[in-house]
């Protein structure tokens, strides 16, 4: 089982004239459960695509690590899962089609095995030939699962994980990262209660605020 | 490969929505036909059909060519090709789109435009193909990597032109030369500083622009 | 402050020395020119029309090294050097544009012919346009530093296939392109000695000049955005 390690030292982020937050310290040593919270507004999605890679602080360093070696920014993609609200799915393709088209992508093929069992388990069996244009906000939560696990990545990004989920759904992605977390990082950005029970330690982001000079 | 899975992807969400393709064939028909008209019955020279040709591309291409990736930030898949892929895959892939897309439009308008154009004659037809070959993977390359920049900028329609005339206008400049030279006829040899030119500007921008992708790409 | 002062008599020695020293065909005193073939007393827009061609292309390379600098460093003032550099070639390339039109009406009879010189200034006026354009059409800061940077390295790479194009495309009507043979001597600074200093005293006065304007360009708009941005 390879270790992998997510260290994110000094962050700080600005957008134009707005401090979003600065000198945050968040390291993932381990696998586990690790959670961000922060009332709506606080940076908890910005501070997420920063951990992951997508988009650079302004200040500070973050470093992903597997076995002790640090990981390359172009390679980093196949190492992470990430779902979030504001990731879209090419809605003209079925969505069978949408994870077989990633894949290819992305240059790693999966078994039929795991295909099978991430769509009954998220409950779209039924539904993978159809067009996710006609997908619910729900379905299509759960398609984000399906699109963020299908390649076994090391590492995991939940933002609002459960939003647009009934109950039955919650369960089953609570069911998954407990799941998850045994092999690999998950980190959840939330401000649920529910979700934030997950995890072992919780960074609240409203804590780095303010700059301590106005 | 990873780039040519995004091909597919791009071409089979083409074929699908039919997103560019209607609107570029339509284009091409409306640019060629107000050229006709307000020529009405005058005859042009051979050098004006030619550079005209020329013209035709160059609008058609930036009416086509940044699909590849505004529809991409459009529609907000943007983060879900950075989160499936390196910068330099999806850089070929939309390449490769491209290329085939200029390939296709151009050889629709060439034919369009030969059939229509009396003036349009080319005597060294070989040599007009070499420079049609280079010229439009220059076309492909320089545009693929402005629509790159405009689809991060606001008023993409009207920035794509802009941006992409002073960067095309070696490249044009010396095709319509090399095509005037293949309708008087002129041999292969005394081409060649220009046909080399072509070239270079190929594999200049090659290089430039998949070392300049990445700081376009990432935020 | 000596330096501004001394800057400031060089350009006036240069401006009075350009347009009041007479041409005679024999020169006998030393504030005389030669007469030069094919331009006569308008050879004086010579000290005025070159620097300012030659600023507006050193004011776009120094764009590009500093585009350059900010994409490796991600330090936002070298993107506002950029910018500063950009802002007075553009001005410059309007300067450029305008003598040079003024100097062909009398020249060669009309203000515009797509000479290739004409058409690169053109050309370069182009890259500008789209330059500030993108710049304006770019709300956030890092991304338009970013976008402008890699556009100007773009627009500078293909600065050298105009130069070499050129001559080969059109035959031209400027001095020292394919087919000129009266304007030698002005090309190939075979110039008179007195002729030839005043014009290297504007050259150097105007690119001194440039750094200048650059300098102060550059350092408002640093104190402006600090004065902005007061946490940081």
Redesign the interface.
């Known amino acids: 089982m390879s270790n992998f390690e997510l260290k994110a030292e000094n962050i700080s982020k600005v957008f134009g004239r707005r401090l979003i937050f600065k000198d945050v310290e968040f390291l993932c040593p381990d696998n586990g459960i690790y959670g961000i919270s922060g009332p709506n507004g606080a940076g908890k999605s910005t501070f997420l695509k920063i951990v992951s890679g997508i988009i650079s602080p302004s200040k500070g360093t973050v470093t992903h690590l597997i076995e002790g070696e640090k990981i390359e920014p172009e390679n980093l993609h196949n190492f992470i899962g990430f779902v979030a609200p504001y990731v879209i799915l090419y809605d003209e393709f079925t969505a069978a089609e949408n994870i077989h088209f990633f894949s290819k992508i992305r240059g790693i093929n999966f078994t039929q095995e795991k295909f099978d069992f991430l769509f009954t388990h998220f409950g779209l069996f039924d539904r993978k030939e159809d067009l996710v244009k006609g997908y619910s906000s729900g379905m299509k939560q759960r398609l984000k699962f399906i699109f963020a696990l299908i390649h076994s990545p090391k590492i995991l990004f939940f933002d609002e994980p459960t939003s647009n989920l009934d109950n039955s759904g919650k369960e089953r992605v609570y069911q998954t990262i407990r799941e998850e977390s045994k092999s690999s990082i998950v980190i959840i950005a939330s401000n649920e209660d529910s979700d934030l029970a997950l995890c072992s330690s919780i960074l609240d982001l409203n804590k780095y605020k303010h700059s301590g000079s106005r | 490969m990873s780039a040519f899975a995004l091909f597919k992807k791009d071409f089979a969400s083409e074929v699908r929505t039919r997103y560019a393709i209607n609107s570029l064939v339509m284009f091409i028909v409306v640019t060629i036909s107000v050229i006709l008209f307000s020529i009405g019955n005058e005859k042009i020279s051979d050098f004006l059909s030619g550079g005209l040709f020329w013209v035709v591309i160059f609008f058609s291409a930036m009416s086509g060519l940044s699909r590849a990736f505004v529809s991409e930030e459009e529609r907000g898949t943007t983060l879900t090709l950075q989160l499936i892929a390196s910068p330099s895959t999806i850089f070929s892939g939309k390449l490769l789109f491209n290329l085939i897309l200029v390939f296709a439009m151009n050889i629709v308008i060439a034919l369009l435009y030969s059939a229509l154009f009396d003036a349009f004659v080319l005597k060294n037809f070989s040599l007009f193909l070499y420079a049609f070959l280079l010229g439009n993977i220059g076309i492909a390359i320089a545009s693929t990597l402005i629509a790159s920049i405009i689809a991060r900028a606001s008023s993409k329609g009207t920035l794509y032109p802009v941006l992409s005339f002073p960067i095309l206008l070696p490249l044009m400049l010396t095709l319509i030369d090399l095509t005037k030279q293949a309708m008087d006829g002129i041999t292969f040899q005394s081409s060649y500083v220009e046909l080399a030119i072509l070239g270079c500007y190929d594999v200049v921008m090659i290089a430039a622009s998949f070392m300049l992708f990445d700081f376009i790409w990432k935020d | 402050m000596i330096w501004k002062i001394a800057l400031f008599i060089l350009l006036a020695f240069v401006s009075i020395a350009g347009i009041a020293f007479p041409i005679v065909p024999q020169p006998q005193h030393w504030y005389e020119f030669p007469f030069i073939m094919g331009l006569g007393e308008n050879a004086k827009i010579i000290f005025f029309h070159v620097p300012t061609a030659w600023l507006t292309v050193i004011a776009f390379f120094m764009s590009t090294v500093y585009s350059v600098k900010y994409?490796r460093k991600?330090d936002i003032i070298d993107d506002i050097k950029a910018h500063t550099s950009a802002q007075l070639g553009m001005v410059f390339c309007i300067l450029a544009t305008i003598t040079g039109a003024v100097w062909a009406k009398f020249a060669w009879g009309s203000y515009w012919s797509w000479d290739p010189r004409q058409t690169s200034i053109f050309?370069l006026l182009?890259?500008y346009?789209?330059l500030f354009?993108?710049r304006s059409?770019?709300?956030?800061?890092?991304?338009r530093a970013?976008?402008s940077?890699?556009?100007s390295?773009?627009?500078f790479?293909?600065v050298p296939?105009?130069i070499?194009?050129m001559p080969?495309?059109m035959r031209g009507l400027h001095p020292g392109s394919a087919d000129d043979t009266n304007a030698g001597t002005v090309v190939n600074f075979k110039m008179n000695g007195n002729m030839l200093l005043i014009f290297f005293l504007s050259l150097a006065g105007f690119t001194i000049l440039y750094y200048w304007m650059w300098y102060v360009g550059y350092k408002s708009t640093l104190y402006k955005e600090k004065l902005?941005?007061n946490?940081?």
């Open positions: 994409l991600k050309a182009l890259i346009g789209a354009a993108l059409a770019v709300e956030i800061e890092e991304k970013s976008l940077a890699v556009y390295i773009i627009a790479i293909t296939f105009f070499f194009i080969r495309i902005n941005k946490y940081y």
